[in-house]
């Protein structure tokens, strides 16, 4: 008997004291944007939400950034607040976001080069915010093209949510 509550001791203190909540590691710098890991434990679903751009401009010159707000910053403003509300009506929040995939097309304005620092002066609207402190693990790349011409960015992102 002795034995089994030894050995209970020991499995107990095991167990993470944040069991059953979801831990975001820093990334090294903490201005960053994003976790450098984020950890959901059992009893969460893992919602995926498919890549959203910007919405179109009425009126705007297709093709070209313009038709979807502007430059990198306003593009991503656009598409996370489109996203927000796809996490609203499934209960979820950016506080839920666990990962996000970052798509961006080369800026003609910066010489067609990706506009980082666009992107993470919108975003942190968005994260990392005394509102709303979660960051996601993130990862950002250029890409070509997207599906839409004109857009220069895309996010995708994972949420998770607690089992009921």
């Known amino acids: 008997m002795k034995a089994l509550l030894f050995a209970a001791a020991i499995l107990g203190q095991a167990v993470p004291a944040c069991a059953g909540e979801i831990v975001r590691t820093p990334a090294a710098s903490p201005s960053a944007p994003l976790s450098a890991a984020v950890t959901v434990p059992a009893g969460f679903d893992l919602v995926f939400l498919s890549g959203v751009v910007a919405p179109p401009v009425v009126g705007a010159a297709a093709g070209t950034p313009a038709a979807f707000g502007g430059d990198t910053r306003a593009q991503t403003v656009a598409a996370l607040t489109r996203l927000k509300t796809i996490l609203s009506t499934l209960g979820l929040g950016f506080g839920d976001v666990v990962q996000a995939h970052v798509f961006l097309v080369g800026d003609p304005a910066h010489g067609g080069v990706m506009d980082f620092a ?47």
């Open 118 to 164: 666009g992107l993470n002066s919108g975003w942190a609207e968005f994260f990392g915010t005394a509102e709303q402190p979660g960051k996601p693990a993130r990862t950002t790349a250029q890409v070509v093209a997207l599906a839409a011409p004109g857009a220069l960015v895309e996010i995708e992102l994972v949420a998770a949510r607690p089992r009921s």
